[in-house]
Structures are given as structure tokens and as C-alpha cells.
């Protein structure tokens, strides 16, 4: 039996040495790149041991898990992240426990996202999801109605837009996620220009265990990592 802790901290180790090499690759230092380490497969025990080796941005893809395991670890330092689909009428009781949500998928859901938080009286940092590779079961906007959002966007007060955020194709390997990425790049570039005041585009969360070492190298500020660090434990 392998031990948790040490395997954990082996794999974290090595996934920051990728990233810390990808980083090089593209001319920028690794501390510009946030690691978010997915969650959803794992139980308590690997969390605990995560968070312990220093890994301390965890991200959920579903509300309800989100949640449970945000409760069941309250005493520990950590920074959620919603990575995942995120309905209206879930909103309210995420918006508390969570860092940033990464996926706000349409203008409606950014609507409910302000509303919530005025009520709350908290300001909650959030990506837009943008469907990148144009494939009809991902969520997201259309890369051509991001710009056209961008003044409704603008007039949130308790939203704030921090960046974009997308997944690669599921087909295609390395070379189609390089390009999914490298047009989610470009059109935030693009978009940085005409930004209204509110509105900050400073951040590319893109990337997973199997092609984030190509997100980096054309742009990534975030990658989403899980599998690559919970390698090697027993199921």
C-alpha cells in the first residue's frame, strides 16, 4: 500500500516541476501560474493530505460536492473553486464557501450571480466559461458573443470578471487542444483593448492533466489539475 501523504506530495512535486518547465518554455516564471487541483474523484483523506503539502486551490465541477466537502473540511485553509456547471437556483448557498466560480456560462447566470451576491454583500471573482472548440455538449459562450456581453457585463457590481476560462476538444490530441487554447488566448487579447473599466481580463484558466503543459506554453495563468496528482493511490 502506498503511502498517501508521500505519494501525494511526489506527485505535486513533479506536476509543479512541469509547470514550472512549461512555464520556462514560454518565457515566464512559474509563479504566474495557479495550480487548481480538481477534486471531484477524490475523498477526504487525499484532500487533507493535499492541503497539507501545500496545495491549497481546490476545484469542484458539481455544487452539491462542493458543499458537502466544503463542510466536512471547514477547519482547513482552503480556496474553493466551481469549475463545473453552476444552475441559478444553486447559486445563493455556493456563492459563501467559493474563491472564484471559473464557469459562469451565459449572461442569465452572471445576472443570478450578481443578484446573490448583493444580498450576501460579498463581491465573488468569476471567469467566463467560452466554448472554445465549438463543440455542442460544452458549455459556454460562443467565442463571438463574448465581446458583445461585455458592456451588461460591465454594469455587475458585485461581479467581478477576472478572465476566461475553457476546455480543449475531446478529440484531436495535443495539436487541437494547442489550437482551442491558443483562440481562447487571442480572443482575450483581443478583447483586452476594449474592456470596459470594470472588467479585467488578466486571467486564462485552461489546461488539465493531459495537455496542461500546452495550455501554459501559449498563455495559461491557471491550469486544473487532477489525476496527474493523485496518481498511484489505491482506488
Known amino acids: ?9 511526489t506527485n505535486l512535486a513533479e506536476v509543479r516541476g512541469r ?15 495557479a495550480l487548481v487541483a480538481v477534486t471531484k474523484f477524490v475523498g477526504d483523506a487525499e484532500i487533507r ?3 497539507e503539502a501545500g496545495c491549497t486551490s481546490l476545484g469542484e465541477s458539481r455544487p452539491q460536492h462542493l458543499w458537502e466537502k ?10 474553493w473553486h466551481l469549475i463545473g456547471p453552476l444552475q441559478r437556483n444553486k447559486v445563493r448557498r455556493t456563492l459563501p464557501l467559493v474563491a472564484m466560480v471559473q ?11 450578481e443578484r446573490h451576491a448583493a444580498e450576501l454583500g460579498v463581491r465573488i471573482p468569476v471567469l467566463l466559461e467560452v466554448n472554445a472548440s465549438g463543440e455542442d455538449a460544452k458549455h459556454g459562450f460562443a467565442p463571438d458573443l463574448v465581446k458583445p456581453a461585455l458592456p451588461e457585463l460591465a454594469r455587475c457590481e458585485h461581479v467581478e470578471i477576472r478572465g476566461l476560462m475553457c476546455m480543449a476538444s475531446l478529440e484531436g490530441g495535443l495539436d487541437r487542444a494547442r489550437r482551442d487554447f ?19 481580463l488578466d486571467e486564462l484558466s485552461m489546461g488539465m492533466s493531459g495537455d496542461f503543459e500546452v495550455a501554459i506554453e501559449v498563455g495559461a495563468t491557471m491550469v486544473r489539475i487532477g ?8 482506488g
Open 182 to 200: 491558443s483562440a481562447l488566448r487571442e480572443l482575450r487579447d483581443q478583447l483586452r483593448g476594449e474592456c470596459p473599466d470594470r472588467i479585467r
Open 70 to 79: 466544503a463542510e466536512r473540511l471547514a477547519g482547513l485553509p482552503i480556496r
Open 103 to 113: 464557469s459562469a456560462d451565459s449572461l442569465e447566470l452572471v445576472a443570478a450571480i
Open 227 to 234: 489525476t496527474a496528482l493523485f496518481e498511484g493511490l489505491a
Open 19 to 33: 509547470i514550472a518547465d512549461a512555464a520556462r518554455r514560454s518565457g515566464r516564471d512559474a509563479d504566474a501560474i
Open 49 to 51: 493530505a493535499l492541503v
Open 1 to 9: 500500500m502506498p503511502d498517501l501523504h508521500q505519494t501525494i506530495r
